[in-house]
């Protein structure tokens, strides 16, 4: 079994920073892709951003210039730094990764964290 503990969320005004950490854990033989999510009142669950196992980036054009994703691959860690944080990106935050469950596995498995609210305040 795979499981995807974040940590980090909670309360903070209007243009501070947050940092969101979710570590992976389990029958793992390598972690592909990792990413963030979110999910606001409302409204549908959308990318935040993702990083591939070599370190590529996307984002969303909502959060570029504010929002870093990285990783540590040793410890199958994501990361995600908030800064110039705004009313709107209040949501719960969901980590997800892509697994290779076995070394002779053919394809990825996704697992999801169990969200984690940020709350911006105004």
């Known amino acids: 079994q795979v499981q995807l503990v974040e940590s980090g969320g909670g309360l903070v005004q209007a243009g501070g920073s947050l940092r969101l950490s979710c570590a992976a854990s389990?029958?793992?033989?390598?972690?592909?892709?990792m990413g963030w999510y979110r999910q606001a009142p409302g409204k549908e669950r959308d990318l935040v951003a993702t990083?591939?196992?070599?370190?590529?980036?996307n984002y969303a054009d909502s959060v570029k210039g504010r929002f870093t994703i990285s990783r540590d691959n040793a410890k199958n860690t994501v990361y995600l730094q908030m800064a110039s944080l705004k009313p709107e990106d209040t949501a719960v935050y969901y980590c997800n990764a892509n697994v290779y469950r076995y070394r002779t596995s053919y394809y990825t498995t996704d697992f999801w964290g169990q969200g984690t609210q940020v709350t911006v305040s105004s």
């Open positions: 389990g029958s793992i033989f390598r972690v592909s892709a």
């Open positions: 990083i591939t196992n070599s370190g590529t980036t």
